[in-house]
Every structure is written in C-alpha cells, then in structure tokens.
C-alpha cells in the first residue's frame, strides 16, 4: 500500500509564547488558589470533559460498573471539588488540599454557605488529579480509581511548586538572573534536575511595562515559565 493511500495531516502548529506563557500564568493562579477556591461552571467545562466523559462510559461499560483497583494521585498541586456526581457540574477548585482532601472540600463548600454532604467519595481523575464528589459511589459510577493517597514523587513536586511561588511573590520585582538561580537550586534539590527553566517571555513585544515575574508550570514539557508580571 502506498503513502497515496493515507491523507497527510498537515504539519502541528507551534502555540505563540504569550498564549503560552497567558495559559501557564491561569495554572498558576489554579494553583495557589488555596484561600480563594474557584467555581468553574458546567457550561464552561463542558466542551473539555465531554471527550474525557465519553471514554469514561466505555471504561465502566468493559467494567460492568466494577469498582476499579484504588491508585495514588500524581498530580497533587489541587483537589476539584465537584457539587455532583458528574464530570460536568460546578466544580471549586483547591490549591493544597491534597493531604485531607475531603475535608478541604467541606470547608469550601461550608464557606459558600452549599449543603455538604455526609458522604463523600475520593477519586483519581484520568491525569491523576484528586476530585471529591458528594457520594461514596461516585468512583464506581464515574468509573474512576479510588484514592488511596499521594504519590512521593506528587507530593514532592507539590512542595516545590509550593515553595518556589512564594518565594517568587516575596519579591517578584528582583533581578531574574537571582530568580533563576533560586528556582534551579530547589529544583536539584528536590530531584527535578530534568526540568528546564524558560524566561523567554521578557523577550517579546506584549511584555513591555512587565518587568516583575511569577511563575507558571507546563508539566507536559517539564518547564518552569518565568511569566512577565506588572509591579
């Protein structure tokens, strides 16, 4: 069979720096969210979960609703907490909940003034994230894994990240060569000698009058982005 059977797909398009470095900066906000959790309405959400939704039901279809083996998280930075039992409803999202997550969602909810629930199921998402839904079935139901904690390497990452936003927003207006030899140094030190640190932002033309940094992390590539930040 020839290559003239088969379409060619036209080449991948590169994602322009500012919508990246723009993208990395919301993640980041997601992140330290911790005191403000954040609700994403179903209608927002929809036209990303729908995809992930649809291979959920063919995983519980295989499964004949099976509850599946629990697992650890390995993506620890937040905790989705979700108002039904259902990929689509409004979810709050918390920054550093993943040590208790159940009781990090009842505190939102109980801060919003919502119903909480007397019981709670804690599942892994498909990426490895950690969501809490408002029924001890919901694991079996979504056909998700049962948490059953953190991963070391999950943890470790979430204190770095931790670690190195708030040493960034302690003066974020430094020189960047100081903030770069910061950041490398908590990276070794926390055995993330293979990420890389990106600061090619400052070169750009919408950077001009955004002298300061914050941080952002593309976790795909493996890449620390010093964001460009007002004072």
Not at 161 to 180: M, T
Request: hydrophobic share 40%; with cysteine; aromatic share 6%.
């Amino acid at each position: 069979m020839s290559d003239l059977d088969f379409p060619r797909l036209p080449p991948q398009r590169s994602i322009p720096a500012e919508r990246l470095a723009q993208r990395q900066l919301l993640l980041e906000r997601h992140t330290v969210a911790a005191s403000r959790p954040v609700r994403t309405p179903w209608w927002r959400r929809k036209l990303v979960v729908v995809p992930a939704v649809a291979v959920l039901a063919v995983s519980v279809t295989a499964a004949g609703r099976a509850l599946l083996p629990g697992g650890m998280a390995t993506q620890a930075t937040t905790v989705s907490c979700h108002t039904t039992v259902s990929l689509q409803g409004d979810t709050d999202i918390v920054g550093g909940g993943a040590v208790d997550p159940a009781e990090s969602c009842r505190n939102v909810w109980r801060s919003a003034g919502t119903n909480v629930p007397p019981e709670l199921a804690i599942c892994l998402t498909q990426g490895g994230g950690i969501a809490v839904f408002p029924s001890k079935d919901a694991c079996r139901t979504l056909g998700l894994r049962p948490f059953m904690g953190v991963s070391d390497s999950a943890r470790s990452f979430a204190t770095f990240q931790n670690e190195a936003i708030a040493a960034v927003r302690a003066d974020h207006c430094r020189p960047r060569s100081e903030i770069i030899d910061m950041i490398r140094r908590k990276l070794d030190a926390y055995g993330l000698q293979s990420w890389r640190i990106d600061d090619s932002g400052f070169g750009q033309p919408w950077a001009a009058g955004r002298p300061c940094a914050s941080l952002a992390f593309d976790h795909d590539r493996s890449i620390v982005i010093i964001v460009p930040h007002t004072k």
